[in-house]
């Protein structure tokens, strides 16, 4: 099994001790993510010390105040480091007041034009912004391949298919509340599906008391296999070989 999305940097044990952990999960391959330039530093520093461990850098929309271009050519050169086998996290989130809108889309708008340059995927966070983040997609990211991270857009499958996006669950999908969300999980086809933990967040239902790790995303690989009715087994090598096409690893 993968995590397709996790925050080393953000979880309180070491990364030995969280990579040690997956592994005995049966967790071989971790892609942490950056939300700024240090936290993209950090995520390549990982990559280069655990074998399993890959990294993506980018900057999340809530640290995109005053994003520059400067900010622009340091996300670039950590970009092209082959450690980095995605670019973002990067879209819109309305949900919190973290940064202006048109700073959102300044740093948004860079990181696609860095994927299609590079020509890695693109890591997208959406929150309480789908009109916009779907629309800029469909306007400037075409041939960039597309990861919607944490999907919470259940209404919006279809769509975001007929695009050939990739749809990524997290442990919020395991959730009692989150039928729509369970059904979505069922749809999505084969070769467009991977599940993340977004540690230390969203921790998966059977595990929700504590604070999320990368070995965790077995819980809701476990729930999403159950949803699609098919053997965990399987499951794991679909999902395996899934990430393994995409972020090259």
């Known amino acids: 099994m993968i995590d397709s999305h996790a925050h080393l ?3 309180e044990p070491s990364n030995a001790e969280l990579v040690a952990e997956a592994l005995e999960a049966g967790v071989t391959r971790i ?3 950056g939300t700024d330039a240090s936290s993209s530093r950090a995520a390549l520093a990982a ?5 399993s461990v890959f990294a993506a850098v980018g900057h999340h929309p809530n640290n995109a105040t005053g994003f520059s271009g400067a900010d622009r050519a340091e996300l670039r050169e950590l970009a092209a480091d082959p450690l980095c ?18 700073d959102q889309r300044l740093a948004f708008e860079a990181q696609i034009e860095i994927a299609a340059e590079l020509h890695k995927p693109l890591i997208i966070h959406t929150r309480d912004a789908d009109d916009l983040s779907i629309e800029t ?19 919006r499958l279809e769509e975001c298919l007929a ?14 509340k989150a039928t729509e969300l369970a059904a979505a999980c069922a749809l999505v086809p084969d070769d467009r599906l991977l599940v993340e933990t977004d540690a230390p967040y969203l921790t998966p239902q059977p595990r929700r008391s504590e604070r999320n790790t990368p070995a965790k ?17 399987s499951f794991d090598r ?10 090259g690893w």
């Not at 990559?47 to 074998?51: D, H, L, Q, S, W």
């Not at 819980?219 to 159950?226: D, N, S």
């Open 217 to 233: 995303v077995v819980q809701t690989a476990e729930f999403v296999a159950r949803q699609r009715g098919v053997g965990y087994a």
């Open 137 to 155: 997609l469909r306007e400037q990211a075409s041939g960039v391949r597309v990861i919607l991270h944490c999907f919470t857009m259940p209404t």
């Open 238 to 247: 679909l999902i395996d070989d899934n990430a393994a096409e995409l972020f």
């Open 47 to 51: 990559a280069a010390e655990f074998p």
């Open 163 to 176: 695009e050939g996006w990739w749809i990524s669950f997290a442990g919020n999908v395991t959730y009692p």
């Open 9 to 11: 940097d953000f979880c």
């Open 31 to 33: 892609l942490t993510v």
């Open 85 to 102: 086998r995605a670019v973002g996290e990067t879209g819109f989130d309305q949900y919190r007041d973290g940064a202006p809108l048109e």
